[in-house]
């Protein structure tokens, strides 16, 4: 089993590559835009929808995507999961283009509201709501801690079945340049889970370093000591258990900020302490003050890998602000909260995409 890199070797990995900049992709034809593309039921019309997308991306300099991968997929369609993340990774590959496939995911609703993601065809979104759904993870009770997020790795006797899904990919792609990095776990801890999903992020670490992976691993410190987006000015700043276990497992460090750019700056002197290359996997949120114009500048003078959240605005509805914080007098939810694009390509702000192509070195 391949040990955790030493902070010289994450080192000597990143500054091999180009200034990473890229974006969280979830293709704009369905709610669950993942599972729409890699599933066997319309798959022709999600690859081509995905195909424009990211041709669009790699068209603003854009070089990685950041893409969470659909289990129930691999659960239920084996064939069709590798089959098409195959055709995926060759269509990145074509436009000279990375992924960091994230595996698995604390960002939940509570179980009894919980629903496997349905194969075959996609639902249509509830007007209004971030994720096309009024049942998503970021309802009142969810943030508040009065209910607690369920997700399928809290079940012990499916273990075997999490444990074969890690080590497949890792031996399909342990070695595969168009992988640039995994995404072990998002947001652990998230959904007033505390430390639930900390002995399963151990394994799946385990498992994909005693696979030998080629890439880095990590998982991200994303805001769970925070009482607020705006709190990160507390001295010293405090990152919770489950993310601190995050952070001493993952080879580079991750993290998502959403705030303004004052605090992004006090966030990033915070994690220099680990003395490793940073990822910043989810950012930008127009309300809150992270904006491309802002912070994209911000990532590449501190060299930090770049992942804006959302792409092309669609059925998951990402430009709509998170239900509990809807009412917030402070914060303007009349501005789009993710994505950069319309549907029909015409950008959201035209400023941003400017912004985005000098930095990404793009003539305009």
Not at 7 to 18: C, F, I, K, Q, S
Not at 86 to 97: A, I, N, R
């Amino acid at each position: 089993m391949r040990p955790r890199w030493t902070p010289d070797e994450a080192r000597r990995w990143y500054e091999d590559r180009p200034w990473i900049s890229g974006f969280n992709f979830i293709p704009s034809g369905a709610i669950d835009g993942p599972l729409w593309l890699l599933q066997s039921h319309d798959h022709e019309a999600a690859y081509r929808d995905a195909a424009r997308e990211i041709a669009l991306a790699a068209s603003l300099g854009l070089t990685s995507i950041r893409f969470y991968l659909p289990f129930e997929v691999w659960r239920y369609e084996r064939d069709a999961f590798f089959a098409h993340l195959d055709q995926l990774l060759d269509l990145l590959e074509v436009h000279g283009m990375t992924m960091m496939p994230v595996i698995f995911n604390d960002c939940s609703v509570p179980k009894e509201r919980w629903r496997e993601a349905p194969l075959g065809p996609q639902p249509e979104p509830v007007p209004g709501h971030f994720g096309g759904s009024a049942e998503g993870a970021f309802t009142d009770d969810v943030q508040t801690g009065s209910t607690v997020g369920y997700v399928i790795t809290d079940e012990p006797d499916l273990e075997p079945l999490f444990e074969e899904y890690v080590t497949s990919l890792a031996r399909r792609y342990g070695e595969d340049d168009r992988v640039l990095l995994w995404n072990v776990w998002n947001e652990v801890g998230n959904s007033s889970r505390g430390d639930l999903s900390v002995p399963m992020m151990e394994k799946t670490f385990e498992w994909l370093r005693a696979a030998d992976v080629e890439q880095p691993l990590t998982a991200e410190v994303w805001g769970g000591g925070a009482t607020s987006p705006f709190s990160w000015m507390n001295d010293p700043v405090t990152i919770p258990g489950p993310e601190l276990r995050a952070v001493e497992l993952s080879d580079v460090v991750s993290f998502h900020y959403y705030g303004d750019y004052l605090h992004a700056r006090q966030l990033i002197a915070t994690l220099r302490q680990f003395d490793r290359p940073l990822f910043n996997t989810e950012w930008m949120h127009r309300p809150y003050g992270s904006t491309i114009a802002t912070h994209l500048p911000l990532w590449k003078r501190e060299e930090i890998g770049s992942y804006f959240f959302g792409f092309v605005n669609g059925k998951c509805q990402l430009h709509e602000a998170w239900d509990f914080i809807k009412g917030i007098e402070a914060v303007d939810t009349r501005l789009w909260m993710h994505d950069i694009f319309h549907d029909d390509f015409t950008p959201y702000d035209a400023e941003e995409i400017a912004v985005l192509k000098e930095l990404n070195g793009v003539a305009r």
